[in-house]
C-alpha cells in the first residue's frame, strides 16, 4: 500500500489530453512538499519528468504538466503520442515517515 | 550528470550485498544520492538518501538497521548496502542524483543493478 495513490491505469488514444491523479495526505502533499513526476519506458531507469512547480528539464515537451490542490497532485498529457505509453510515479516527502515516498505508479496506454 | 552503477549481483539468502555508483559531469558538492528498488512488476521504492558534503544519511523506516548508504565526496560515489537478504529483496537497485534537500526530486538516475537472491 502506497503513502501515495494513483490509478493503476489510463488509457487514452493519439492526440487525446489525459491526467493521473495523486493522492496523498496532509504529511506529504498536503504540507506543500514538492511532488515530481517520473516517466518509466519498459525496460529502462525512470527518468524525471516535472519537478517541483511544473519545472521540466531539458528535452521535456510543454506537453507534459502538473498542477496540485490540497492534498492531491495531477500530471496532465496533452496531445497524446504513442511513444508516451509507459509507466508514470509521482514522489513527494513525508514528514512523519521523515523520507520520500513514491506513488505505486500508472500505466499509460496509447490505442 | 551520468550515474554509473555496478555489475549485477547473485546473492544467497542471509548475505549481504553492496552496490556501487559513481557520479561524474557534475558538482560533488551540494548535492544528494537517493537509493530507489524496483522489484520485478511493481513500482518504485524509496530506500534512503545522503547528503555527502553533510555526512548525513536518512533511511526509510522499512529498511532501518539493514540498509547502509554511503558517500565518498572525493570520488563522488555512493554505495549502499543491503544486509540479512531473501528472496523479497530481489529487485533491480537505482541510484539517483539531487539537491541538498531532503524533497528533492531525482534530477539523474544510474542505469540500475539487478540483484537476485536465490538459494
Known amino acids: 500500500q502506497s503513502v501515495l495513490t494513483q490509478p493503476p491505469s489510463v488509457s487514452g488514444a493519439p492526440g487525446q489530453r489525459i491526467t493521473i491523479s495523486c493522492t496523498g495526505s496532509?504529511?506529504?502533499?498536503?504540507?506543500?512538499?514538492?511532488v515530481h513526476w517520473y516517466q518509466q519506458l519498459p525496460g529502462a531507469a525512470p527518468k524525471l519528468l516535472l519537478s517541483g512547480h511544473n519545472n521540466r528539464p531539458s528535452g521535456v515537451p510543454d506537453r507534459f504538466s502538473g498542477s496540485r490542490s490540497g492534498t492531491s497532485a495531477s500530471l496532465a498529457i496533452s496531445g497524446l503520442q504513442i511513444e508516451d505509453e509507459a509507466d508514470y510515479y509521482c514522489?513527494?516527502?513525508?514528514?512523519?515517515?521523515?523520507?520520500?515516498?513514491f506513488g505505486g505508479g500508472t500505466k499509460l496506454t496509447v490505442v | 550528470v551520468q550515474l554509473v552503477q555496478s555489475g549485477a549481483e547473485v546473492k544467497k539468502p542471509g548475505s549481504s550485498v553492496k552496490v556501487s555508483c559513481m557520479a561524474s559531469?557534475?558538482?560533488?558538492?551540494?548535492?544528494?544520492f537517493t537509493w530507489v528498488r524496483q522489484a520485478p512488476g511493481q513500482g518504485l521504492e524509496w530506500m534512503g538518501h545522503?547528503?555527502?558534503?553533510?555526512?548525513?544519511?536518512n533511511y526509510a523506516q522499512k529498511f532501518q538497521g539493514r540498509v547502509t548508504i554511503t558517500a565518498d565526496k572525493s570520488t563522488g560515489a555512493t554505495y549502499m548496502e543491503l544486509s540479512s537478504l531473501t528472496s523479497a529483496d530481489t529487485a533491480v537497485y537505482y541510484c539517483?542524483?539531487?539537491?541538498?534537500?531532503?524533497?528533492?526530486?531525482?534530477?539523474?538516475w544510474g542505469q540500475g543493478t539487478l540483484v537476485v537472491v536465490s538459494s
Open positions: 559531469g557534475g558538482p560533488l558538492s551540494d548535492h544528494s
Open positions: 496532509w504529511s506529504n502533499i498536503g504540507a506543500k512538499y514538492d
Open positions: 545522503i547528503f555527502p558534503i553533510l555526512g548525513i544519511a
Open positions: 539517483a542524483y539531487g539537491d541538498q534537500i531532503p524533497s528533492t526530486a531525482c534530477e539523474f
Open positions: 514522489q513527494s516527502y513525508d514528514s512523519g515517515l521523515s523520507g520520500a515516498v
